[in-house]
């Protein structure tokens, strides 16, 4: 199955949409069906759950960068910078990871954006 994404103003994404390989055998092929279905002339763009199509799997409220041919989510921090490779949000400190001990009490990290560091809740 293929995978569209309806993109409104400002490239953000509105509505992702499944469209069968059989009838969106292009990129074109399926924006067209979309259209034709809708009875619309709206701008969609193919993104795909293992992100061979522009980097990320598009979700509602992500933006398309049509530069970088890439869907980015909204920046979940001020403090975190966009990686330009993969085109995802990375925190200024690095993740720590949770012991066994702490996975079997049900711990995880959370950011923490006034103290700019993960948190063991």
Not at 26 to 55: H, M, P
Not at 79 to 92: G, R
Request: include cysteine; proline fraction near 3%; hydrophobic fraction near 35%.
């Amino acid at each position: 199955m293929a995978h569209f994404a309806k993109l409104g103003i400002g490239n953000i994404v509105e509505r992702v949409e499944v469209v069968h390989n059989d009838i969106a055998t292009t990129e074109q092929a399926g924006a067209d069906f979309l259209n034709n279905l809708y009875k619309s002339r709206d701008v969609w763009k193919q993104t795909s759950y293992n992100g061979n199509i522009r980097k990320n799997f598009a979700g509602v409220g992500f933006q398309y960068d049509q530069t970088r041919d890439a869907f980015i989510a909204p920046k979940p921090f001020n403090s975190w910078t966009l990686n330009e490779d993969t085109c995802i949000w990375e925190a200024p400190v690095a993740k720590p990871t949770l012991t066994q001990e702490q996975i079997d009490n049900n711990n995880y990290y959370s950011w923490n954006e006034t103290i700019k560091n993960w948190e063991l809740v």
